[in-house]
C-alpha cells in the first residue's frame, strides 16, 4: 500500500523538522505502507526543506520515501510553476484546481455559493481547468479528479460528458489520477473521485495512485486499503508510486 499525497506541514501547522519527518514516517510504517510521498503546497515552497526527506528517509530502509509537491493550478501561471519545479528533483508532481477565477471554491463557508450557481456551468469551468491542467505537461499526477462536488452539488448533465476532455488530456498525457480518500471527510462524504468516474478511469486504461490527503499524521494512510479493495473489483491490475518522475507500478493482486 501507497500514500502519495502527505503534507508534512499542512497549512503551516508545524515546522517541517526532522521531529515532524519522523512522525510521518513512522505512522507510515504502522499502517503497513511500502512508500509514503510528501507533496505540500506549493505556496510552502519556501519553507520546505526536501533534501531533508530524503535524508530521513534513509533511516527507513523498508520504506520508500518520495518527495513531491501539490501546486495549485492556475491558467496563466504555467512559466511560474515550471520554475518552482526545476528547483528540486521532485519524484511526482500533483496539479491541483481549486480555485475558479480567483475562488477558492474548496473553502470552508463556500456552500451557499455552490448552490447558487448553475451546477452543469459550474462543473464544465471545473472540468476545463482540469484539462486545461492536464494538457500543461507540468505534473505527473491529477489531484482529487472532481474536487468540485465537495459540497455535494451535483450536475444535471452525466458527469461523463463533463468530464470527458479531461480526462482524454489525462490520457494522451499519461498522467496519473489519484484516489484520494480524504473527500469523505468533506461535506460531500465519498472518495474522489466518485464510483462512476474511477469506473470510467480504469476502462480508459489510465494509472491509479492513492492518497490521503493527511495533513497531520495519525491521517497517513486512511481508508487506503478499501480504496485498492474497491480499484481491484472494478478490474484494475496496478497502482502506481513515481520516482524521479517516472511511474512503478504496484500489483493489486
Ligand atoms: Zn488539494
Ligand atoms: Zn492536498
Redesign the pocket.
Known amino acids: 500500500m501507497l500514500d502519495l499525497?502527505v503534507?508534512l506541514i499542512g497549512h503551516q501547522d508545524r515546522q517541517a523538522d526532522e521531529t515532524a519527518v519522523r512522525g510521518f514516517l513512522q505512522a507510515a510504517i504502522e499502517k503497513g505502507l511500502v512508500e509514503i510521498g510528501f507533496?505540500d503546497?506549493d505556496l510552502y515552497f519556501g519553507e520546505l526543506d526536501l533534501p531533508l526527506l530524503r535524508e530521513v528517509g534513509k533511516s527507513y530502509p523498508g520504506l520508500k520515501v518520495r518527495v513531491g509537491l501539490?501546486v495549485d493550478y492556475r491558467p496563466g501561471e504555467e512559466e511560474k510553476i515550471q520554475g518552482v519545479l526545476e528547483r528540486f528533483p521532485f519524484d511526482y508532481v500533483i496539479g491541483?484546481v481549486h480555485e475558479i477565477e480567483g475562488w477558492a471554491f474548496d473553502s470552508p463557508g463556500e456552500e451557499a455559493r455552490h448552490r447558487a450557481q448553475d451546477p452543469d456551468a459550474l462543473y464544465e469551468r471545473y472540468f476545463s481547468l482540469v484539462e486545461k491542467a492536464a494538457r500543461s505537461g507540468l505534473f505527473t499526477t491529477l489531484?482529487h479528479l472532481d474536487l468540485i462536488k465537495i459540497y455535494g452539488v451535483r450536475p444535471r448533465k452525466d458527469i461523463l460528458k463533463l468530464v470527458d476532455r479531461a480526462l482524454t488530456a489525462v490520457k494522451d498525457l499519461g498522467l496519473a489520477i489519484e484516489i484520494n480518500t480524504n473527500g469523505r471527510y468533506k461535506p460531500v462524504g465519498e472518495f474522489y473521485p466518485e464510483p462512476k468516474l474511477l469506473q470510467e478511469v480504469v476502462h480508459r486504461g489510465i494509472s491509479v495512485t492513492l492518497g490521503s490527503?493527511a495533513h497531520e499524521a495519525k491521517v497517513v494512510g486512511r481508508d487506503l486499503g478499501e480504496a485498492m479493495a474497491f480499484l481491484h473489483h472494478l478490474g484494475a491490475k496496478k497502482v502506481v508510486g513515481f520516482q524521479g518522475r517516472e511511474p512503478i507500478a504496484y500489483s493489486l493482486m
Open positions: 499525497h503534507h507533496a503546497h501539490e491541483s489531484g490527503d
